[in-house]
């Protein structure tokens, strides 16, 4: 056996014994995605299926392109748990996004295998819809006046709130208040983001392009909090409770919409009565249970779908 190359020994530094604890529970943590199973769900064999419509006609451009290409495009996030997560050994999806996109696609009279899932964060989502490079956007995308005026939204068919994660031996920060002097990170082109920037210029803001970056940051001490919607960080928290918590109370309202491209109205309207389709079925309650439920927090009734 190779000895291997070593260099002076030195005795671990505070900073090394943090890290090596941190690479622990993130290996620990990384475990369900590379085949073992995650702590709590969700099992594939758990979720529902949903029977694909047939003969569907729509004027739509959207929906053409998909139909002459033989497959949906579909944009979403890959680092949020329970949420929407990209497993790196298969590269499936999975999580309550992920589950509303399918029931979307099946809607549209396209099965599973023939939806092509695309990682998109935050900052292009917008961009993503414009190019025409995803056909629709599931992926904790809250609906505003600001984003309708580049993108359509289906929904909403979730309501999340803004709201803290912080290290579970932190006891100075308990709510938005106590946000004075703090580091806290966020990620570019997000309601939270630009929220926090605003409602609280006290709190040094650090943004970078995803939440597991912020998550990351927290539990390595380079920042004192993580701030997007409760469903975000419900499920980091559920993932390494004894390491993450959620302070206070949600402090916005985030109304979840499926993003479409802005002019296809019809494409829209079909995704809102979808979506009301699929809530009045029991499919919504399902999908809910078998993802993000696993979080903790029993099904909400879902906000009333708002056709424009
Ligand atoms: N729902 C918020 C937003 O759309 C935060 C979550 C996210 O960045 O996806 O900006």
């Not at 999975?94 to 998109?120: C, H, N, Q, W």
């Not at 990351?216 to 701030?227: R, Y």
């Not at 928290?237 to 206070?248: R, S, T």
């Amino acid at each position: 056996m190779r000895e291997p190359i070593t260099t002076r020994p030195t005795r671990p530094t505070q900073t090394a014994r943090v890290l090596a604890a941190l690479l622990a529970g993130l290996l620990l943590a990384a475990c369900g995605k590379s085949g073992t199973p995650p702590p709590k769900g969700p099992e594939p064999k758990d979720l529902p299926s949903y029977p694909v419509a047939t003969n569907v006609t729509l004027d739509s451009p959207t929906f053409r392109s998909a139909k002459a290409r033989g497959r949906l495009i579909v944009g979403t996030k890959a680092d949020q748990p329970y949420v929407a997560q990209q497993d790196p050994a298969s590269g499936y999806y999975s999580g309550f996004d992920v589950e509303i996109a399918k029931m979307m696609a099946a809607s549209l009279g396209f099965p599973v295998d023939r939806i092509e899932f695309k990682t998109i964060t935050s900052a292009n989502r917008e961009t993503s819809l414009q190019n025409g490079e995803v056909d629709y956007y599931v992926g904790t995308y809250t609906i505003n006046d600001n984003r309708k005026k580049l993108v359509g939204f289906a929904g909403p068919y979730y309501m999340a709130g803004q709201s803290l994660l912080v290290r579970t031996d932190e006891d100075d920060i308990n709510g938005p208040q106590d946000l004075a002097g703090k580091k806290v990170c966020s990620v570019s082109g997000s309601t939270p983001y630009q929220r926090l920037v605003k409602d609280y210029p006290k709190a040094t803001a650090v943004a970078y392009d995803s939440y597991s970056v912020c998550v990351d940051n927290l539990i390595s001490l380079q920042v004192d909090a993580v701030t997007t919607d409760d469903t975000i960080l419900m499920g980091y928290a559920a993932k390494v409770p004894d390491q993450l918590k959620i302070v206070g109370q949600p402090f916005s309202k985030e109304p979840y919409g499926i993003g479409v491209p802005r002019g296809d109205q019809t494409f829209r309207l079909a995704l809102d009565d979808a979506i009301v389709a699929h809530e009045q079925n029991g499919d919504w309650k399902r999908a809910y249970d078998a993802t993000l439920g696993l979080s903790g927090v029993p099904a909400p009734v879902p906000p009333p779908v708002d056709r424009y």
